[in-house]
C-alpha cells in the first residue's frame, strides 16, 4: 500500500511538472512575478470588404473600423447609419427585420432594446495569425435552407 501512495505521489509530481510546461497562457512563458511587454495592437481590418457567412444566422462581422462610434445608453452612433431611416445616404446595409422584433416576436417601430448593443454580436476583425489553430469548417451548403 505505502509503496502506491508513493508511486501516485511521484505521478502527481512529474505529471504536474509536465503540465506546467504545456500549459498556454495567454501571458505566454513569463513567471507571474515579471511583467511582459504589452503585445502591439493590431490594425483593425478596415477594407470595407463584407465577409462570407459561415453558417446560417451568422452576425456578419464589421468590415470597418468602429472606434469613433459611440454606443451606450444614450446614443447609439451604428444606426445613424444602419438604420431603416438612414441606409440610402451612407449606403450601409440595413438591420435586418429580426432585430426591429422583440422576443415575444412583436415587431416594433425602432431597433428593438436586445438588438441595441450590436457588439454583442457584431465583432471587428484584424489581420494576425490566429492565437489557436481553429479547424471550424462552415456549412457550405445547407439544403433545407437553400443556402
Ligand atoms: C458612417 C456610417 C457607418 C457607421 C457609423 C457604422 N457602419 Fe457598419 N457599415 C457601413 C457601410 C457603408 C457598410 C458596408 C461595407 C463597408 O463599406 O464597410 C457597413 C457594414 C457593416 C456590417 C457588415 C454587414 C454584412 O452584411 O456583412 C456590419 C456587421 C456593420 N457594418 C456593423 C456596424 C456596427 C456594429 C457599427 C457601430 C459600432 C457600425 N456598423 C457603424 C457604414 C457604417
Ligand atoms: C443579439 C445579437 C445581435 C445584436 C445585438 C445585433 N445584431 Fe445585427 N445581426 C445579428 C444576426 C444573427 C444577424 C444575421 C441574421 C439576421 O439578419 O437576422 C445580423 C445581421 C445584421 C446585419 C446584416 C443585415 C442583412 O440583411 O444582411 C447588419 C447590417 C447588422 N446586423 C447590424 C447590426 C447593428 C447596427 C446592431 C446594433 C444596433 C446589431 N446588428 C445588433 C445579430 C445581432
Known amino acids: 500500500m505505502k509503496q502506491m501512495i508513493v508511486c501516485v505521489g511521484l505521478f502527481g509530481i512529474i505529471y504536474s511538472a509536465h503540465a506546467d510546461d504545456n500549459i498556454a497562457t495567454l501571458r505566454g512563458k513569463v513567471s507571474i512575478a515579471d511583467q511582459p511587454p504589452a ?23 464589421i468590415p470597418h473600423k468602429i472606434n469613433k462610434y459611440q454606443v451606450d445608453l444614450f446614443a447609439n ?15 450601409a446595409p440595413m438591420v435586418s427585420d429580426s432585430h426591429y422584433k422583440d422576443r415575444d416576436g412583436n415587431v416594433l417601430a425602432e431597433v428593438a432594446p436586445r438588438r441595441h448593443f450590436c457588439n454583442q454580436c457584431h465583432v471587428i ?11 471550424f469548417e462552415g456549412l457550405l451548403h445547407d439544403p433545407s435552407t437553400g443556402w
Open 77 to 91: 452612433r451604428c444606426l445613424s447609419c444602419h438604420s431603416r431611416q438612414r441606409t440610402e445616404d451612407p449606403q
Open 39 to 61: 503585445p502591439r495592437m493590431e490594425q483593425v481590418e478596415d477594407k470595407d470588404i463584407m465577409r462570407k457567412r459561415n453558417y446560417p444566422m451568422q452576425p456578419p462581422t
Open 125 to 135: 476583425q484584424v489581420e494576425i495569425k490566429p492565437l489557436v489553430d481553429n479547424t
